[in-house]
């Protein structure tokens, strides 16, 4: 298996691939940045088109509803694809793949909740796509049962593949649940058809975020995986491994910061800011910028020397620097630093 003894161990039981139980340590979550390109980079990092979801042979009314519903999730106007969608009584499983993903992408969880509910109800066949998206859905409702149980009748119903692999790591990393992301990477690593990608990895990574002082163990972990699968890390891949960095030690940090230098993989701003918030082990569940000026009196000389010289790494890389960098640079700048 992947997972190491000691992730094994640590809260849950594993009985050969099945996850069992339910966490008895109950790990907390630190509220995470908004970092919506993360999301959009690695938990759609590859989407299924509606129009090829499987299922019965629409009839041309039905064809036209898909295209107007995918149109208006495209343009992520819920409102449209609301209206097209409330006009349909059916039990096509593509029309409910079309409206769930709708609600995906223009946030409206609850109500992708409702129509996967419906679906179920409805629909002979659930197709695939339906599934993938309901996983993302109830990830982001942190509803951990309820994407356990999508998941299980998921595989019950379709075979494992990448891009449902994709959607349970994806909302393992909304829950904060790094077992399952880690039962669901043995999952894909043992099945001959399934082939393990940075993707898969960057969310497995993500999702060791606040999981507590654990965090960056697990996450390193995750990481040396993409050499064993002989994968090229991203820019997406160190945003969500120093984002778990949060807890480790300042060598720790700077040595990550350094290999992703040798490799010669430029910053972002996703990155930058992360990199900002594990190098000052600041509160991800608080704007920085206020009260920066005490709260940056309080860190390591260190610390703050080491977010200075990324800072000078950024500026001369042409990143756009969001508010917190902008603030931290401006303020120790006024420390002399």
Not at 7 to 14: D, G, I, K, M, N
Request: aromatic share 8%; proline share 3%.
């Amino acid at each position: 298996m992947l997972l190491p003894q000691w992730l094994r161990v640590s809260c849950l039981v594993f009985i050969g691939l099945t996850l069992v139980g339910t966490p008895p340590c109950g790990f907390g979550r630190v509220k995470q940045l908004p970092l919506s390109e993360l999301r959009e980079r690695t938990g759609l990092a590859i989407r299924r088109k509606v129009q090829v979801i499987q299922g019965p042979d629409l009839n041309k009314g039905e064809r036209k509803l898909v295209s107007n519903i995918a149109i208006a999730s495209e343009k992520r106007d819920w409102s449209a694809a609301q209206s097209y969608f409330a006009t349909y009584r059916g039990d096509a499983t593509q029309i409910y793949g079309a409206a769930i993903h709708a609600a995906f992408r223009c946030g409206q969880y609850q109500e992708g909740a409702k129509i996967y509910e419906q679906c179920r109800s409805n629909c002979k066949l659930v197709g695939a796509p339906v599934f993938t998206v309901a996983l993302r859905i109830f990830g982001k409702l942190k509803a951990n049962d309820r994407v356990r149980q999508i998941w299980d009748d998921a595989l019950k119903a379709h075979e494992l593949d990448e891009i449902l692999g994709s959607a349970r790591i994806a909302a393992a990393a909304d829950l904060g649940d790094v077992e399952g992301a880690a039962a669901v990477l043995d999952q894909m690593n043992l099945s001959s058809n399934v082939s393990i990608n940075v993707f898969h990895i960057n969310s497995a990574m993500r999702a060791c975020w606040g999981w507590g002082n654990k965090e960056h163990k697990a996450a390193k972990y995750f990481f040396d995986l993409l050499e064993q699968f002989q994968l090229s890390p991203t820019i997406v891949s160190f945003t969500s491994l120093v984002g778990a960095y949060h807890t480790a030690s300042l060598p720790e940090i700077l040595s990550a910061y350094q290999k992703m230098k040798d490799l010669e993989i430029e910053p972002d701003p996703v990155f930058a800011e992360t990199y900002m918030f594990s190098v000052l082990q600041a509160d991800r569940s608080r704007n920085l910028r206020r009260g920066i000026e005490d709260r940056l009196h309080e860190k390591a000389i260190k610390r703050l020397q080491a977010a200075r010289d990324a800072l000078i790494d950024f500026k001369k890389a042409g990143v756009q620097l969001q508010g917190s960098c902008r603030a931290i640079d401006k303020q120790l700048r006024r420390m002399g630093i």
